[in-house]
């Protein structure tokens, strides 16, 4: 009954026990927390951690994260290395294929900030929440597999709190910069 | 898929040439190009009729950057090239700054560097040959060959404190002796156990019929070919030439080891996994001999400022990584900030045969040619 038990206190066990009592949203956020299936976004040096947390050591599988490579039946997106100006459309791209509700893990230095790449070059995006919604921010370069765990937990965590009734909304601004030619918004039909 | 490309049933159906032109894209986001590659294809039904990459989705300008850090401030850049194999990146760079320097390496950190450079590619060569193998549909293979994979990145994250991105070969020797805690013992032990856990995996890959079957004279490139477009490393081996650095133009301290170089026959995708493969054995070998060869010592020259300013000059040095020829090109002027650094990418030369011999494969064969090649496009695109 542990997982049950993640419902809390908007539970109620009707006399007899076969029967419960729940809200709408407190059901649907455990479901949906529980299942949280991962779109592997992985570019660069993460992408090797992203992989490794997958697998025998660290078997993230067992929170219920499965990645699958299509944008369409996934939950979460894993934004996993660099994120470079050419890329920054074909990652829009994806994530505007995945159906809501969808959630967004930005993991490692050069997707939360542009990492070391932040101050002296011409071709690393400052970050995915410039032009992407993020729900949760992993540091390190690259950060260990056990990082991207908590990231999830984090992320259940935060499903938790959510509710049908208020909706979140996407409307995220699309902060690309439209200044250069290669992230223009007329170009993203062409890549990806 | 164009709109174009929408023939009627009967057009696509219809044998003979009628059938129209596909164009379908590949990438930058596909699980199966080993990461940020994008790959036109032009499609004859299933066949590849012209395949043109495009590259560039993780170019990060690392070769500019370079110039505005000092020359111990590179070292961390060159560990996100080749992000599967850092050690390789570290070390060429180094040796250029070394030459440069007119630096001597103490004994024991050029021990050091070929042991952790030998697990390194230990550590690549299982992530190449795991991937290539789950391209042709074998999970359960890559996650047998990861697991070695983690056991040997374990040893070197207790050796540098990192798990990929090391910063441990420095220009003068390397960051780190070896810890008190066993780590020999455990090396010593993973090179007993390993070469068993190997021969697991070829007799469960390389001898399966399926799997033959679907990598077997696939994507054959001939050693004209190769020599031709300047592949090099394991992709080079595969196809019958018998070229490796690190016994023909023996750096660091190489010429004291005795071990094979593989060399392959065929030069299909097989071969080119195969020959990743056996050249783990050959690497178990040099680590046990640097082991017993190994004597206490300084790990870094003496006397290296924290400000390096070498003469006005230019070096170019070049090593094996698991990929081929990895050459680092330093322009200096005398200052403490390299004037030009340029990496010569042993991944990138290998990816520009993969357009031209997928022509005349299917489709699901193009993944699988890209895969044998192993490219890490942090050092293709840089």
Request: proline share 5%; charged share 25%; hydrophobic share 40%.
């Amino acid at each position: 009954m542990a997982i049950i038990d993640d419902l809390g206190q908007t539970l109620e066990k009707m006399p007899g026990g076969s029967v419960i009592l729940t809200s709408f949203d407190a059901l649907l956020d455990w479901s949906r927390g529980h299942s949280l299936w991962s779109q592997p976004m992985g570019t660069a040096c993460c992408a090797m951690e992203l992989i490794a947390s997958s697998f025998s050591k660290f078997d993230l599988d067992r929170h219920g994260t499965f990645p699958r490579a299509d944008p369409r039946s996934v939950d979460v997106m894993v934004v996993a290395g660099t994120i470079s100006r050419k890329m920054a459309p074909a990652v829009l791209r994806v994530w505007e294929q995945m159906a809501e509700p969808r959630w967004c893990i930005a993991m490692g230095n050069c997707t939360v900030s542009g990492g070391i790449f932040h101050y002296d070059t011409y071709a690393v995006m400052p970050g995915v929440d410039s032009f992407l919604p993020v729900d949760v921010y992993i540091a390190g370069c690259p950060p260990r597999p056990e990082a991207l765990q908590d990231a999830i937990l984090q992320l259940r965590d935060k499903i938790r709190n959510e509710s049908v009734a208020g909706g979140r909304t996407y409307e995220h601004k699309l902060l690309l910069p439209t200044s250069s030619p290669r992230v223009a918004i007329e170009d993203r039909g062409e890549s990806a | 898929m164009t709109n174009d490309a929408q023939g009627t049933a009967a057009e696509i159906v219809s044998d003979g040439p009628s059938v129209r032109e596909m164009v379908v894209n590949v990438g930058p986001s596909h699980p199966s190009t080993h990461g940020v590659c994008r790959i036109i294809t032009h499609l004859d039904g299933e066949v590849v009729t012209e395949a043109d990459l495009v590259i560039g989705y993780l170019h990060r300008g690392i070769e500019k950057i370079a110039e505005n850090r000092t020359y111990l401030q590179v070292v961390p850049l060159t560990d996100r090239l080749d992000y599967v194999g850092s050690m390789y990146n570290n070390w060429a760079y180094s040796r250029a700054v070394e030459k440069l320097m007119g630096i001597t390496v103490p004994e024991r950190a050029e021990y050091l560097r070929v042991i952790t450079c030998e697990l390194q590619r230990v550590a690549s060569h299982m992530m190449a040959v795991g991937s290539a193998g789950n391209d042709a549909g074998a999970t359960s293979f890559f996650v047998l060959a990861f697991w070695i994979r983690e056991q040997v990145v374990d040893l070197l994250a207790r050796l540098s404190g990192s798990r990929l991105t090391y910063n441990y070969v420095r220009p003068g020797g390397v960051s780190f002796d070896i810890p008190e805690d066993g780590w020999v013992e455990d090396l010593r032990a993973l090179c007993k156990k390993t070469p068993a856990a190997l021969e697991e995996l070829d007799r469960l890959f390389f001898g399966n019929v399926i799997a033959k079957d679907r990598t077997k004279g696939i994507g054959v490139l001939s050693a004209e070919d190769a020599i031709a477009a300047g592949v090099t490393g394991p992709s080079l081996r595969a196809s019958g030439v018998d070229f490796d650095l690190r016994r023909d133009e023996p750096y660091s301290v190489y010429d004291r080891f005795s071990f094979d170089v593989v060399v392959g026959e065929s030069g299909d995708s097989f071969e080119r996994s195969r020959c990743r493969l056996l050249e783990c054995y050959e690497s178990l070998r040099i680590i046990e001999q640097a082991l017993d060869q190994m004597e206490p010592g300084r790990t870094t020259a003496p006397s290296i400022p924290r400000l390096i300013a070498p003469p006005a000059g230019e070096v170019y040095e070049r090593i094996e990584s698991a990929r081929g020829t990895l050459g680092v090109y330093l322009v200096s002027d005398g200052s403490v900030r390299p004037w030009r650094m340029k990496v010569r990418s042993p991944a990138f030369t290998n990816l520009s045969v993969v357009g031209t011999l997928a022509v005349g494969h299917t489709i699901s064969d193009l993944v699988i040619i890209v895969g044998s090649f192993d490219p890490v496009f942090g050092e293709v695109d840089r």
